[in-house]
Every structure is written in C-alpha cells, then in structure tokens.
C-alpha cells in the first residue's frame, strides 16, 4: 500500500469549530494496488483493459464516447427500470453496511476495501475503480475535502467528517449514493452542517417532479444553505445515471437559469456539498482527484439517486430507517 504524502495536520480556522485540517501535502505521491474485481463480474467499458495489470502511467487509454453524455432517462415499466431500481437499492445496502465500520482509528483504506468486498460479494462491480484510472472502490472525503478523497492509511479521528461515495455497476447499470457520517468526537458546528446538507438534499428532492424545472433543485438547496449560514459548492454537481455513470440531465445545486424541465424516465442524482462559511470554492490537490475548501471549512455531501415518475419523484438509494 502506497503512502499518502508527507505532513501534518493544520489548526482549523476557530470560527468554523475544533478538527484536523487535511493540507495538500498529504496528497498521494503515488498510487495504491488496485484491489481485485473477479473476470466474472462484467467491467463498465471505460475500465483499461489492463487495468489490474499494468503499473500506474501505463493503462490503455480508453476513448470515451462523448454521445454517451446526451443519453438521459430510461424506458419505465420493463427491464430497464427493474434493472436501475436494483442497483440503487444495492448501493444503499453496502452504504448501510459500511455505516456500522466507521469509528475512530478505522483507516479510510480499511472503509475502502470493506466496501470492495461488499460491493463485489453482490456480484457488482465499484463504478470508481478504474474511471479515470481512479485507484479504489469509492471515495473518501473527510473535513476540508469536498469530493474525490482517495482512501488511505490515515486513520480517522474522533472530530473527523467523513463522506463516503460510492456507486455501483450491476447487470449494465449503475446505482450511486453517499452520506457524510459524524464520528463520535464531532462538535457542534460539525454537526449542524451534517445535519443542514442532508435537509438540502431533501428540499431538492421535494423540488423534484415530472414538469418541474430542473432549476428549482438548485434554488431550494442554495435558498436554504444561505439562510442557515452555509455556501453551496458550484464545482460539482449532480449528473443523471443509467447506463452510463454520468448522462445527461446536468443537475446544478445552485440558484440557476436552466429552464429545461424533468422528464418521466429522467434518472439522476442530487448530491449538494454544502461548506462552512461564504467561501465554497474548493483547490485541487496534485493528485490530481482530491477536492479541498480553500479556506480550509468543512464541508458535507449527502447524495441520493432520484427517478421521475408519472405521479412524482422517487429516491431509489433511501436506507431503511432513514430520516425523511
């Protein structure tokens, strides 16, 4: 297993709360084994073809097929539907399970592989390993990171966030949700940005319906961050998902001019990064994936997979037990 890069935490800034501050030096310097995924389990086409095989810089280049970002929705009431509801209900049982793993001292590599071997255990495939040549089975973003934290030998600390997003390839679809979980030794402050962007994620959901502008999830989820002291993160979005991991419609989790409407059959996920304070903008790290506040706030993520229907919206990734 490849070490992270060099360094020590940094102080966090004291209005925004008491945690580690992950600065860019612990940026991986090199790239981790890439755990196994068995031949019998079919590989989405965007993985190399020697993908376990050859060292990092020497994957075969896979060109991707730029029509597939303008496929949207799926055909409701045959295979295709039952196939998407399958995957995304799989990518919230793994995600249910990893929940009981996460505690201080746990290494987000150990998360890493837990959620490999469940993933795989399912017959699926872990939709991250390989797009990109991205070296793990999901991603780990703790504190300042926002998106796109690579798993490593770090273990986590008791004041510690930690999203994980995780998505899955099954049967030709693939099923993607995440949750940002509170360690034991969080403060307060931390938790009500937890507790915050996982109501934003709920006002957008409740933006959601055949008709509806795809403009009004951005303006929910932003009108209420604002309100209660918090800046939505314009790097990333939400992407409809299908056969393909990313598709079309683009979903923005900011106030927007998009007019375009939701479509029966549309698939797509709502994932708002939600940060402390009026800086959203994040830097990334020379890793080339890592995502970080630049003021060094935290900030949370939660994530759910949304199908328009006739009569509504419907979250396919929603855990058991979880509030609403």
Not at 11 to 30: C, D, N, Q
Not at 84 to 102: D, M, S, Y
Not at 121 to 148: D, M
């Amino acid at each position: 297993m490849a070490a992270p890069g060099r360094g020590r935490y940094h102080t966090s800034p004291e209005k925004f709360g008491k945690y580690p501050v992950l600065p860019s030096s612990f940026a991986m310097t090199a790239y981790p084994e890439s755990l196994f995924v068995p031949r019998s389990i079919p590989r989405p086409t965007y993985v190399p073809a020697n993908f376990f095989d050859a060292p990092w810089g020497d994957h075969a280049t896979v060109e991707v097929d730029e029509r597939a970002f303008l496929d949207r929705g799926i055909q409701l009431g045959g295979s295709d539907e039952a196939k998407i509801r399958k995957v995304a209900a799989l990518a919230a049982e793994v995600l249910t399970e990893i929940e009981k793993l996460v505690k201080p001292g746990v290494t987000t590599s150990q998360l890493d592989a837990a959620v490999h071997q469940l993933i795989v255990h399912r017959g699926a495939y872990p939709s991250t390993l390989g797009y990109g040549s991205f070296p793990k089975s999901c991603c780990t973003s703790v504190n300042n990171v926002i998106a796109h934290g690579i798993p490593d030998d770090r273990p986590l600390h008791p004041e510690d966030l930690i999203n994980i997003d995780l998505t899955l390839y099954h049967d030709g679809f693939h099923g993607d949700t995440s949750i940002t979980f509170l360690l034991p030794g969080a403060d307060k402050l931390g938790r009500n940005l937890v507790n915050a962007t996982q109501e934003a994620l709920e006002l957008g959901i409740r933006a959601c319906g055949p008709g509806k502008r795809l403009n009004g999830i951005g303006k929910a989820i932003e009108d209420f961050a604002e309100r209660h002291g918090f800046s939505v993160n314009s790097q990333f979005g939400g992407h409809g998902i299908g056969r393909n991991f990313h598709q079309s419609p683009a979903i923005c989790h900011n106030a927007n001019s998009d007019r375009d409407t939701m479509r029966v059959g549309d698939c797509f996920t709502i994932e708002p990064s939600l940060v402390q304070g009026s800086n959203s903008r994040g830097f990334q790290w020379d890793d080339g994936w890592t995502m970080a506040t630049e003021s060094g706030a935290r900030s949370a993520q939660q994530e759910h997979q949304i199908l328009i229907t006739e009569t509504g919206a419907e979250v396919l990734t929603r855990r058991p037990g979880e509030q609403t």
